[in-house]
């Protein structure tokens, strides 16, 4: 039989590899309804789908920590029409990392896997990926999470306390200069978290607030495109925040967008000429030798405000699974010196031009 290493690197290679064409796929196009819970679950019929969970938390002694689970689903469209049960028709990843502000240490784990077997699977219904004991699953009052990585686990709970965020207009989420370019979006911002996280055999009860991201498309970059960043906060107020900026080949500004929902409910898209992110201090990882903008100013509509990490190293080695090394990491934020909310920051494209 295959060891692990090697269905991994199948696996891999199918989602590098596979040659099937943007309009093979199901398409995001305007008008389009979401419909819960039905979208809380899978769209298998498009290219690429992701669950995003991210969580600032405290423990019991006070400590600071970043939680992120982000499961990952792909069609490669290699071997619909193989009859065998191993034929890799959906593809499932993930990634989980937990970030400890008094070491200063990032401990990180990935997953691969065809789906199938009853191992991985990703339910059409409503939110349940599972990759072997690795599962985000919805529940009566919102998600539940539970990792098992080689460092440390979660069994955590996500209580809603606010509706659903429509990301762009109405959940369809321009991400280029061509209406493909798109994803369906949408968010569920100030989450509750309780639960508890273990660390090399130890278990500490957590509470804090997190995001997930709910978000498929099957074009989501234009080919100019080298990657983006992505900032998405809790605002102290109740309120949240989300601003993203498409980069092209020098850096610049290929689209952006956002969206800030007040903490009384009114709700403002932002236009791409409405964001920007503007690098205050950057960070070299000494492992890859890449640079990442860590601290940011963000302009988003008629708010201004400066991002710093909880800790500069904050990079991901996911070339084991998606096949690419990125930052991503707990944030805070202020705005005229004032807190103003805190969540997480995504920097893809840095390293190597991201592919989708």
Partial sequence: MMDRAAVLLAIVCAWLCGTALAQDYAQVKPGVELQFPRDHGSHPQFRTEWWYLTAWVKDARGGDLGIQITFFRNRPRVAEDNPSRFAPRQ??????????????????DQRAARAGFGLAEAKEDRTGVVIDDWSLSQTASGYSAKVAAREFAYALDFKVTQPVLLQGERGLS???????????????????VSGSITVRGEKREVSGTAWLDHEWSSEYLAPQARGWDWVGLNLTDGGALMAFRIRDGSGGTLWAGGAHRAADGPVRVLAPGEVRFEPLRRWRSPRTQTEYPVALRVQAGNIEF???????????????????????????AKSGGKPLGSGYLELTGYWRPLRL
């Fill in 174 to 192: 321009r991400k280029g200069p061509l209406p493909a370019q798109a994803s369906y979006y949408y968010s569920q911002p100030q989450l509750a």
């Fill in 91 to 108: 593809l499932l990843f993930a990634h989980a990392a937990l970030a400890d502000a008094k070491t200063g240490k990032l401990l990180h």
């Fill in 306 to 332: 400066e991002i710093e990490p909880m800790m500069d190293d904050q990079e991901l080695d996911s070339r084991a699974s998606t096949g690419t090394i990125y930052w991503e990491g707990a944030v805070s």
